[in-house]
């Protein structure tokens, strides 16, 4: 079992930033795939990015690309989530799911575990 939980959303203007940490248990954490999903209301999760077990592979969505970045410390069992120049498009609950057997998958089937979410809100 990994739980996993979120931290670091809040209000912000346009244009500013804000860092999402998700903390994991588990002694295994390099082994798992991370990835961020967000779903704003009336629309369908998607996945913003996702980071390998070793830091090797990244993905990042089209409309996040340039402005957020993937990060993980597997000493510290976190991974974090880089948001600059946001946009009121970006206001979500954000999440963050973890997966062993699949690598960066862009499905969220493929995630094993789920944190809780944060939510995210860009002011225009």
């Known amino acids: 079992q990994v739980q996993l939980v979120e931290s670091g959303g809040g209000l912000v203007q346009a244009g500013g930033s804000l860092r999402l940490s998700c903390a994991a248990s588990?002694?295994?954490?390099?082994?798992?795939?991370m990835g961020w999903f967000r779903q704003a209301p009336g629309k369908e999760r998607e996945l913003v990015a996702a980071i390998s077990g070793s830091s090797v592979t990244t993905y990042y969505a089209d409309s996040v690309k340039g402005r957020f970045t993937i990060s993980r410390d597997n000493a510290k069992n976190t991974v974090y989530l880089q948001m600059n120049s946001l946009k009121p498009e970006d206001t979500a609950v954000y999440y963050c799911a973890a997966n062993r057997a699949y690598g960066v998958v862009t499905r969220g089937s493929r995630y094993d575990y789920w944190g809780q979410g944060t939510q995210v809100t860009v002011s225009s």
């Open positions: 588990g002694r295994t954490f390099s082994s798992y795939a």
